[in-house]
């Protein structure tokens, strides 16, 4: 069986290289794909735009969500997920900087699966991520999605 797919939704470069570092640093094999901005991201997840080839593509086993993105922000990324029934069972994991109660309470309202907040220690940060993995790509079982 094929790894599934990471989608990282992470507009700051230095975030988005931590990040993959520390999954290659915990041994996670799987593909990640990473987008910018929330209109990229909602383009991925509903197979649009540049892609528009995805559309009938297996979707990602989790995204990880950052909440503060240009163009469209994370929390509005998640509310049109949920609102998709093909996306709304979807694995979303926030994964942000944000220590405001306000975005916490807001993404659990809209249905995020967890809310991670980035440490600011990379040691902290790549253990974070290898839990992650462990439990969202091993362990966590998720419904076989909608066409």
Not at 3 to 12: A, F, K, S
Not at 13 to 37: G, M, Q
Not at 59 to 81: A, F, H, I, S, Y
């Amino acid at each position: 069986m094929n790894p599934g797919t990471i989608l990282l939704v992470e507009d700051n470069p230095n975030d988005e290289a931590l990040t993959l570092r520390a999954l290659k640093k915990s041994n996670i094999v799987n593909r990640v794909d990473v987008v910018h901005d929330g209109a990229e991201a909602l383009d991925y997840v509903f197979g649009r735009g540049a892609y528009a080839d995805r559309a009938d593509a297996d979707p990602p086993q989790v995204v990880l969500l950052d909440l503060k993105l240009p163009k469209v922000d994370g929390l509005e990324v998640l509310r049109q997920m949920r609102a998709n029934e093909r996306t709304r069972r979807q694995a979303v994991v926030i994964l942000t900087s944000s220590v405001e109660q306000e975005d916490l309470l807001k993404g659990y309202e809209l249905g995020v699966n967890s809310y991670v907040r980035k440490p600011v220690d990379f040691i902290e940060f790549a253990d974070a991520v290898r839990q992650l993995g462990l439990y969202w790509l091993l362990l966590n079982q998720t419904p076989t999605p909608l066409r």
